[in-house]
């Protein structure tokens, strides 16, 4: 039996497309003489790489960064495979095959994986240097291994560990890239990530790796001005009722209503990432009226307090308020979760 098709979902993440392109544009303008790229791993942190990646590859993004070769399918009707680089490189023969096959960039991240990409038969691939995060890539010590010589290197890369801080760690990276992109003979070079932009030119070489402020993130106050957001989190309201005072509202009863109050149920919950660290800050928006929250965040529900709107009712829809920086400042989560977080059921 064949069943009909679902309901349309009671909760939604609106993208601002326009916002998102403008977004890439003012970054690859930042980026100077570089042409910005796109960090699209983790499902585009969170929005959807199904969505995000045809709006930036129409916009002319030429460069794509996913972490697993898992992610590569849902891009493929967009993107050439050449054009996608994968992050956590060949991990095993099969990974090195499967990119071949695919014709998939593997980043090379250490000897090991420059072996097993020769042996598969190799093609374009990138190089990754570590130059002070302690993470993935090559030590600086074996960046002049004569295996590397073999490879037929697009970009080599580094990522900056603290490109969000004035850290000194930032310019003693900026100076061994410069050693270890001399070493290795490639194409383009590249070593900022969005932060990674805001300090300066010196920093850009050809490419750079934008992820986060591309969705809407503020890694470091001066981008402030060119960054939008891109995400909305949005929620039908499931049920309006009416609370006396002195009724309490939610588990545990947290919050006991001071006066009569008019609620409404929103179905947007813990399980959809809206975790109960937002109890104490977060709040609903309505025709740019405020909904504070009540009580406890609960599975698949919040409840808030809708005074200000005396004309919403059941069947509205109602955007939660997502900017990043405030978000973060006010949950104590970093934009990178509060993204990256959102969960299944709002891509429905
Ligand atoms: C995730 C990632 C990026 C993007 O970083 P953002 O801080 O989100 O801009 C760039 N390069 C590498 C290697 C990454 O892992």
Redesign the pocket.
């Known amino acids: 039996m064949s069943l009909p098709a679902n309901p349309a979902p009671s909760l939604h993440l609106h993208i601002d497309e326009e916002a998102l392109g403008r977004n890439w544009k003012r970054l690859d303008t930042l980026s100077g003489t570089a042409r910005a790229g796109a ?1 699209i ?1 983790a499902n585009a942190y969170g929005l959807g790489a199904e969505r995000v990646a045809p709006i930036l590859h129409r916009c002319g993004v030429e460069d794509f ?1 996913i972490a697993h070769w898992s992610e590569a399918s849902t891009l493929l009707d967009h993107i050439a495979p050449r054009n996608i680089s994968v ?1 956590h490189g060949p991990r095993n023969t099969e990974e090195a095959a499967f990119a071949r096959s695919v014709g998939l960039r593997p980043v090379i991240n250490s000897l090991e994986q420059a072996h097993l990409w020769l042996n598969a038969g190799a093609g374009p691939c990138d190089v990754m240097v570590d130059t002070g995060i302690n993470r993935l890539g090559l030590d600086l010590s074996e960046v002049n291994d004569p295996v590397l010589r073999k490879l037929d290197v697009q970009l080599v ?1 580094s ?1 900056l560990a603290c490109a969000d801080e004035d850290h000194p760690l930032n310019l003693i990276q900026l100076e061994k890239a410069h050693n270890a992109f001399a070493a290795i003979s490639s194409a383009g070079k590249s070593l900022a ?3 990674g932009i805001a300090l300066g030119p010196d920093y850009h070489f050809d490419v750079t ?5 591309l969705y809407g993130g503020v ?1 470091r106050s001066e981008m402030a001005e060119a960054i939008e957001q891109v995400a909305f989190p949005q929620a039908a309201v499931i049920a309006i009722r009416q609370v006396d005072a002195g009724a309490s509202i939610g588990y545990n009863a947290t919050f006991t209503a001071p006066r009569p109050m008019r609620t409404a149920v929103i179905s947007l919950g813990y399980a959809d990432g809206f975790l109960r660290l937002w109890a104490k800050a977060g709040c609903f928006q309505f025709e740019n009226k405020i909904l504070p929250l009540l009580g406890k965040i609960s599975m698949d529900m919040a409840v808030v307090d809708c005074s200000a709107a005396p004309d919403i009712s059941e069947g509205d829809w109602v955007t939660l308020a997502y900017g990043l920086p405030e978000a973060s400042a006010a949950t104590g989560l970093s934009q ?1 979760e509060l993204l990256t977080i959102l969960g299944q059921r709002l891509h429905d």
């Open positions: 960090a791993k960064f992050l890369l990522h990530s969005s932060a790796r934008p992820g986060l402020a890694p990178y």
